[in-house]
């Protein structure tokens, strides 16, 4: 559950302010890079009315992408769900004798367990991102989307890399560290049979794919191996190549406050005499795209700007959410996946709204955790307390007496509820203490002539 | 098939078809394209941008005693990337020489497509330092634009890059040389 992950997580105050923080500061990188574009909302409007018309015409886009990519030389395969996702993966391996991959970053591959199922069909995969890297040497998950090693510190950094990479042991400096990464992911680019790699945006009018990254390792990755496996959710599509204008714009600037990645990589055509792979994956998006209400969701562009200005997020880390995708968007996303092994993530907010603030594609973000909230709830998937203390309320508000005495009760309960810690909100500050009159007195006082 | 059974859940599941959205205004908008900004944008994105007026120049501030590699026109490098084979053998390369087409003012990013690139599609990437070269002229606004421009892809591979490749995976601190480039390098020549 969130709020005992969560728990955990604070239970490390320097580490959690730490971490609020420095997301924040990329809150606010984000924030100056949105003012310098007077368009800016323009721009997220565009966005928002491309993703819409794409999904309400997503069958024809998937036909169109995938015609014109099999014409450009591209072998286009689809998967219903993870598990034919990793089978199609691993069968092109398979058949060509791979055993070493290097992979780039792909949320996708992350829901579908690529990495376990390769592995145990003897497929060294090695992550190429280097806080995906990190992640992977320590056998976790990623705990943000963009920055996938946020949770950790650098010298918890400096002890993974000692212990995989023989660095020495106390090193701390990021410089030092990316460095002995470099040098070592090098190694596997020059040596890897293949190069499976995400996609973030796929074009129906050109059939053609692009990818971005800051580090250039799809592109070491996919330009060195002779093949590359490029796997993609099938809401990925946008119609035309011009709109690439709009979503380019957005990504960046949303994600880290950088005008744009590095490396936007237009893959079109495999090189001359080498091979190209695109998978297509539904694994519950159709299903997602049939809710009216969560439809939206499917517009999401991973730029994860409403992780880094979620209140609840950014004090209790990616890890205590119980999906991979954690922050707001992947807490709409996680019910449709499994509503019972998901049904407390809808729950890790204040609704604040700020996600659908910041949100480039415009998703409705708090609402639909709202609307989430509600199916939870009908479900029966709130426990015993709070259906129990919402009838309380209900009778004690139907009753103007009892109303009165409790509202008297509680001036009373406030400095009790202080001292003895009684809820977690007393846990890490104290309730404000009541004003001296009820309501109700200073209105008959204002009432008197 | 997979194939038929997606799109069947697809066509079922997706809303009645709402209109594409008119993109006339942001591509129409008035920007201007100098090389001001776009020399002001490459400094904040950790590239250097330079001028010359013949690929001459740009030659003699290559550093000597280097594998260069180039594929701009008049500027040969140490390292012929079309005598090269197999692109794994350009993992030597310190500093490729590519010519750009155009560059882009709002974020830095200069377009490179495969016939720039020679043979290699990984030699911008895999080399320690990247030059790039193009006119002073082939400058435009933004990535509207640049798309304007770009028109239907006429080439297997192309790339926006803007500046050298860099991390923050670690604590957030800013590194630049992560896998590719260690440093960009943008000369326009007048």
């Not at chain 1, 159709?286 to 009216?292: D, E, P």
Request: proline fraction near 7%; hydrophobic fraction near 45%; glycine fraction near 8%.
């Amino acid at each position: 559950m969130h709020p005992a992950a969560a728990r955990e997580f604070l239970s490390d105050p320097a580490r959690a302010a730490w971490h609020d923080q420095t997301l924040w500061m990329v809150r606010v990188k984000r924030d100056r890079m949105a003012a310098r574009v007077p368009e800016w909302e323009q721009l997220r409007e565009a966005a928002s009315r491309i993703k819409e018309h794409t999904l309400s015409r997503l069958a024809e886009y998937l036909e169109e992408f995938s015609a014109r990519a099999e014409a450009n030389g591209v072998r286009v395969h689809w998967a219903a769900d993870a598990e034919e996702h990793n089978r199609i993966v691993h069968g092109i391996l398979a058949a060509r004798g791979v055993t070493r991959m290097v992979k780039s970053k792909s949320m996708l591959t992350e829901e579908c367990h690529l990495n376990p199922y390769l592995e145990a069909r003897g497929i060294e995969v090695v992550d190429t991102d280097l806080g995906e890297r990190i992640v992977q040497f320590k056998n976790e998950p990623p705990s943000h989307i963009v920055m996938p090693a946020i949770h950790l510190k650098r010298a918890e950094v400096g002890a993974v890399f000692h212990e995989h990479l023989g660095t020495p042991a106390g090193m701390e400096d990021a410089q030092e560290l990316a460095e002995a990464a470099r040098q070592h992911l090098r190694g596997h680019f020059l040596g890897a049979q293949a190069a499976l790699t995400g996609v973030n945006f796929a074009i129906a009018e050109t059939g053609g794919f692009v990818v971005c990254t800051n580090e250039g390792n799809a592109d070491m990755g996919a330009h060195l191996a002779p093949v590359h496996i490029a796997c993609m959710g099938i809401e990925k599509l946008i119609p035309k190549a011009e709109h690439l204008g709009v979503f380019l714009r957005l990504l960046a600037r949303s994600a880290t406050g950088q005008p744009s990645t590095v490396f936007s990589s237009h893959f079109l055509k495999p090189r001359p005499g080498r091979e190209t792979h695109l998978v297509l994956v539904d694994n519950g998006r159709s299903r997602q795209l049939a809710r009216a209400d969560f439809r939206k969701s499917l517009a999401c562009i991973r730029c994860a700007a409403c992780f880094n200005t979620c209140p609840v997020y950014r004090r209790s880390g990616g890890h205590s959410y119980s999906w991979l995708i954690s922050g707001p968007i992947g807490s709409i996303l996680a019910p449709n996946v499994d509503k019972k092994a998901h049904s407390d993530m809808p729950f890790a907010s204040t609704l604040c709204g700020s996600c659908t603030a910041v949100c480039p594609v415009k998703i409705d973000i708090h609402a639909q955790l709202l609307k989430w909230r509600q199916e939870v709830v009908a479900a029966g998937g709130s426990g015993r307390a709070k259906p129990l203390l919402m009838r309380l309320t209900a009778f004690v508000l139907r009753r103007p007496a009892l109303y009165r005495l409790g509202g008297a009760l509680m001036r009373l309960a406030g400095p009790l509820a202080n001292l003895l810690r009684l809820d977690p909100w007393t846990r890490h500050r104290d309730l404000p203490p009541p004003p001296a009159r009820t309501f109700h007195q200073s209105l008959r006082d204002k009432s008197k002539p | 098939m997979s194939r038929d059974r997606i799109l069947q859940a697809v066509r079922a599941a997706q809303p009645e078809a709402l209109p594409m959205p008119d993109m006339a205004e942001l591509r129409g908008m008035a920007r201007e394209a100098s090389a001001e900004a776009f020399a002001a944008t490459l400094a904040l994105i950790g590239a250097e941008c330079r001028r010359a007026a013949s690929p001459g120049e740009i030659a003699a501030a290559l550093p000597a005693g280097q594998v260069i590699a180039s594929t701009v026109p008049g500027l040969p490098g140490t390292l012929d990337p079309f005598a090269v084979s197999d692109p794994h053998d350009l993992r030597g390369v310190d500093t490729a020489v590519v010519p750009g087409r155009f560059g882009v003012c709002e974020n830095g990013a200069v377009w490179l497509d495969e016939g720039a690139l020679g043979p290699h599609r990984v030699l911008p990437f895999i080399a320690q330092h990247l030059v790039l070269v193009l006119p002073a002229r082939e400058l435009v606004a933004s990535m509207h634009d640049a798309y304007a421009r770009l028109g239907a892809p006429d080439t297997g591979f192309g790339v926006f890059i803007a500046g050298p490749s860099k991390t923050a995976d670690i604590e957030q601190c800013l590194v630049i040389g992560a896998h590719g480039a260690r440093s960009c390098t943008v000369w326009l020549l007048d």
